[in-house]
């Protein structure tokens, strides 16, 4: 099928990659020509395990291309995918103007029928505004359909090409034949369904992965208060298929462009047709809230944080990815600065985005996660990459001022713990 994906951010790069790698042609435009540019010397500007080769692959075969000429690879394609950003507006809703501008043009170079994806997050009834849209500026006949994206960053193309479902909402039955036969090599699971109901399954699945993730942090908080272990908790509930052991980690909080950004979206979605969602209100709140919990066991450990020196393992907001975009970290890190603290960070990637956000004088770059441990008072490990997981503890303790460490994501085993003398903190576990 000849495919064209409009954006190459997370969600239109890798789609748009692994389309090509399932034998379609694929155009992935952009407007922005140095990425293009970038794109066509085979150079990927994410950090996305296994993106490059595959990418390389359907290149050399013939099967991707690059282009900023929207126009021409609109009038190409079969299947035109709109996969542009929808960040968010100051009021927490999200902001439209990239996918308006987009139907726009392709509207006014439609050529024959086409069908029209929208895969960006987009509000409960943004496809049919799509639609209108695209009708003002055409004479032609086309076809509209939401197929929301459900990749995480770090497994997307695994994610893509192995997904739990394909979702395809459209009012056309040619729509919906025509998306089936482009998604029948990944999976059986294709639900169709209504556009609207479309859009929500999008928002109310990451609205729920997120809450598992907050209800799991206050059961920590719990557990910590009356003696008990979080994660013998959380291993003990996903046991019961109904609730299902995944995203039970309790640990500082979801971070993210996604969690972050979907759920306020959700909330103002339906604040529009003035209904409280209370519960979710409460999920963003917890959030908000549990990144501070390595506040308190810093307090709890040393007392006052003036003039102390604090390792920051890990930036990035989950580990295998650069993306620093809502990271607890980033509070955690001003906090610290507010308090006299001097914050001594290291990430294995995400270093230079996270400077982009926060360059104060007083902050330590370190490049490895012993440097920045090198006369600290505390080690907290924020994201839980493999290389801090498996650092040597002995040598950890012997670089340390204090043997202080707050484990914000219950990566350390009572195992590896024995070898060291350390003050341990972990979330929702006994100390
Ligand atoms: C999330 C969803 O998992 C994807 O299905 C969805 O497609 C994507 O958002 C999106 O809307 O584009 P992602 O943000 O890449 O994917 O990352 P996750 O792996 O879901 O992690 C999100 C955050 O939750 C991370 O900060 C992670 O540390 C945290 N988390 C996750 C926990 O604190 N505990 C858990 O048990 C799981």
């Keep these: 099928m000849k495919i064209t994906v409009i954006g190459t951010g997370y969600v239109g790069l890798v789609s748009g990659v692994c389309y090509a790698h399932l034998g379609n042609e694929v155009i992935c435009v952009d407007k922005d020509v140095q990425k293009i540019a970038t794109l066509k010397a085979g150079v990927i500007p994410i950090y996305e395990p296994g993106l490059k080769e595959l990418a390389d692959a359907c290149m050399e075969s013939g099967h991707l291309q690059y282009t900023t000429d929207l126009g021409e690879a609109i009038q190409e394609a079969e299947v035109v995918i709109i996969a542009?950003?929808?960040?968010?507006?100051?009021?927490?809703?999200?902001?439209?103007?990239?996918?308006?501008?987009?139907?726009?043009?392709?509207?006014?170079?439609?050529?024959?029928?086409?069908?029209?994806?929208?895969?960006?997050?987009?509000?409960?009834?943004?496809?049919?505004?799509?639609?209108?849209?695209?009708?003002?500026?055409?004479?032609?006949?086309?076809?509209?359909?939401?197929?929301?994206?459900?990749l995480r960053e770090g497994t997307a193309v695994s994610d893509t090409l192995n997904p739990d479902r394909i979702v395809i909402g459209t009012k056309s039955d040619k729509a919906a034949d025509r998306l089936s036969e482009l998604h029948k090599p990944l999976t059986n699971q294709i639900v169709i369904t209504d556009i609207r109901s479309a859009e929500m399954i999008k928002y109310a699945s990451n609205a729920f992965l997120a809450t598992k993730i907050s209800f799991i942090n206050e059961i920590a908080n719990l557990c910590e208060k009356v003696g008990a272990d979080v994660t013998e908790v959380a291993g003990g509930m996903g046991l019961d298929k109904r609730i299902g052991g995944s995203f039970l980690k309790a640990g500082i909080g979801y971070g993210g462009s996604c969690f972050p950004k979907d759920t306020k979206a959700l909330i103002q979605i339906a604040g529009n047709v003035e209904y409280d969602f209370k519960l979710l209100k409460s999920v963003v709140e917890v959030n908000n809230h549990q990144r501070f919990g390595v506040i308190d066991k810093l307090y709890r450990a040393l007392g006052s944080l003036q003039g102390k020196r604090i390792a920051i393992w890990g930036l990035a907001f989950k580990p295998d990815t650069d993306d620093v975009r809502e990271s607890p970290a980033i509070e955690i890190v001003e906090r610290?600065?507010?308090?006299?603290?001097?914050?001594?960070?290291?990430?294995?990637?995400?270093?230079?985005?996270?400077?982009?956000?926060?360059?104060?004088?007083?902050?330590?770059?370190?490049?490895?996660?012993?440097?920045?441990?090198?006369?600290?008072?505390?080690?907290?490990?924020?994201?839980?990459?493999?290389?801090?997981?498996?650092?040597?503890?002995?040598?950890?303790?012997?670089?340390?001022?204090?043997?202080?460490?707050?484990?914000?994501?219950?990566?350390?085993?009572?195992?590896?713990?024995?070898?060291?003398?350390?003050?341990?903190?972990?979330?929702?576990?006994?100390?």
């Excluded at 799509?130 to 500026?137: D, F, L, P, S, T």
């Excluded at 202080?404 to 060291?420: F, H, M, V, W």
């Design 336 to 431: 610290l600065l507010e308090l006299g603290a001097v914050p001594a960070v290291t990430d294995p990637i995400a270093m230079s985005n996270f400077r982009k956000l926060i360059n104060h004088p007083s902050i330590q770059w370190s490049a490895t996660a012993l440097e920045a441990a090198q006369g600290a008072d505390a080690v907290c490990l924020l994201t839980e990459w493999q290389d801090y997981i498996q650092v040597d503890l002995r040598k950890l303790e012997q670089v340390m001022a204090r043997p202080i460490l707050i484990d914000g994501r219950n990566a350390y085993s009572t195992k590896q713990l024995e070898t060291g003398r350390f003050a341990y903190y972990p979330v929702g576990r006994p100390a």
């Design 84 to 150: 542009v950003g929808t960040p968010p507006l100051p009021g927490g809703g999200a902001d439209l103007q990239f996918v308006e501008a987009v139907a726009r043009e392709i509207g006014a170079n439609l050529n024959g029928y086409k069908v029209i994806v929208v895969k960006s997050t987009v509000p409960v009834g943004t496809n049919e505004t799509v639609e209108e849209i695209i009708a003002r500026h055409t004479i032609h006949a086309f076809d509209i359909a939401s197929v929301p994206e459900f």
